[in-house]
């Protein structure tokens, strides 16, 4: 009963909290960010911060190439603001020659890989 009550005065603390931190036009006031240690800060509008927010692209991979006693392999990050690409190749190429019973032979193995990606931020 009292793990209860104390979940209760918890969630009554919470819920006067985040509504005294809210203005009517459901921006932060300033007495807020004053309070939050944040004095000279000023509210802006929801069209002011989409130019900022969630402005963040990231890509990233790896190709790796593999035969018989070669191997290669490539990375590559790629981040921009409001776009990012990036790519890479691996090339894994091996030969063998001998001969066997009077005839001569060569045998080459071998092994690609490529990557690209592309992220953008809306």
Partial sequence: MKSF????????AMGVLTSSASAADNQVSTSSL??????????????????????FAAVGG????TAPGAFSANGYVATGHTSASGGAFSLAVSGVGGSIG??????VAGSVAAGVATAHAH
């Fill in 5 to 12: 009550i104390y979940v209760a005065i918890a969630l009554v």
């Fill in 34 to 55: 004053n309070a939050a240690g944040l004095p000279g800060f000023a509210p802006i509008s929801d069209a002011q911060g989409m130019t900022v927010r969630g402005k």
């Fill in 62 to 65: 790896i190709t790796v190439a």
């Fill in 102 to 107: 009077g005839v001569s032979g060569f045998i």
